[in-house]
Every structure is written in structure tokens, then in C-alpha cells.
């Protein structure tokens, strides 16, 4: 009888280890997903203000003179550099959802509503980051 007892425990602290080791796939999913949108910005249906409060952040934006600004063969290249940046840390959160979206489905089941969440979630990100050239892992 002690035996069995020993047996249920160790079922139960799998079932528990497999359980954490979702959660924290599903927060690698989330905090590569926040990184992909702090890369690219936000998808235009996230972009959009909600009724409850919002404030339009390009009204608050300081209005430059032409005097101040660069000629344009100068300004391109520090926007060149900051889109390869962008890019590269793009397709490191797009690296990253893979393998979250990958640990999710082998955890939960290919049938799972997190997994088919998670699935979607890379798709639409494949999406975005089709422009920086990123690779699938």
C-alpha cells in the first residue's frame, strides 16, 4: 500500500511539473508576442483607440520645423539601421513563439484550444514578419 500511495504522488507532481511547464510556455508566448509588437509596433486592430480613455498618441507627438531636419540622403540611414534593428529583434520574438507555441502544443495536445491559440498567434506573426526575411526555427 505504501508503494501505491508513492505511485499516485509521483503522478501527481508530473501532472503538477507538466502543468507549470505550460504556464510558462504560455507567458513565453505572451512576452515573445509583446516583443514582436514593441519591434514592429502594434497590429493595426490593436493600434486602433478604444472608447474608454484613450489618448491620441500622435497629436501629443512635437511638430518638427524643416529647419531642424536632416537632408533626406542623412535621415534614411539612421532609419535603415533602426529597421534592420527592428527586424533582427523581430525575428528573434518570431524564433521564440515558435518554440513557445511548440512547447504549448506538445504540452496541452495538438487538439487543445491553447494549442490551436498558440498556432494562431505564430501565424499571424509569420505574417508581420514576412518583410524582415526572418526563418522558422
Known amino acids: 500500500m505504501e508503494g ?5 504522488s ?12 505550460l504556464v510558462r510556455a504560455q507567458t513565453d ?18 493600434s486602433a483607440p478604444s472608447s ?3 489618448s491620441a498618441p500622435a497629436a501629443a507627438a512635437p511638430k518638427r520645423s524643416r ?11 539612421p532609419d535603415k539601421k533602426a529597421a534592420e ?3 533582427q529583434t523581430a525575428c528573434r520574438a518570431f524564433q521564440s513563439l515558435g518554440r513557445a ?3 504549448i502544443c ?6 487543445d484550444g491553447r494549442c490551436s491559440h498558440a498556432r494562431s498567434v505564430v501565424t499571424q506573426a509569420e505574417r508581420r514578419v514576412s518583410s524582415c526575411g526572418c526563418k522558422s526555427e
Do not use: H, M, N, Y
Request: proline letters at 5%.
Open 4 to 8: 501505491e500511495s508513492e505511485s499516485k
Open 106 to 111: 506538445r504540452l496541452a495536445g495538438s487538439e
Open 52 to 54: 474608454a480613455g484613450a
Open 29 to 46: 508566448l505572451q512576452r515573445a508576442q509583446d516583443e514582436l509588437e514593441l519591434a514592429l509596433g502594434p497590429t493595426p486592430a490593436q
Open 85 to 87: 534593428t527592428s527586424c
Open 67 to 77: 529647419a531642424s531636419e536632416a537632408p533626406r540622403d542623412e535621415a534614411a540611414k
Open 10 to 21: 509521483e503522478v501527481s507532481a508530473d501532472s503538477g511539473a507538466d502543468d507549470d511547464a
Open 101 to 103: 507555441a511548440s512547447s
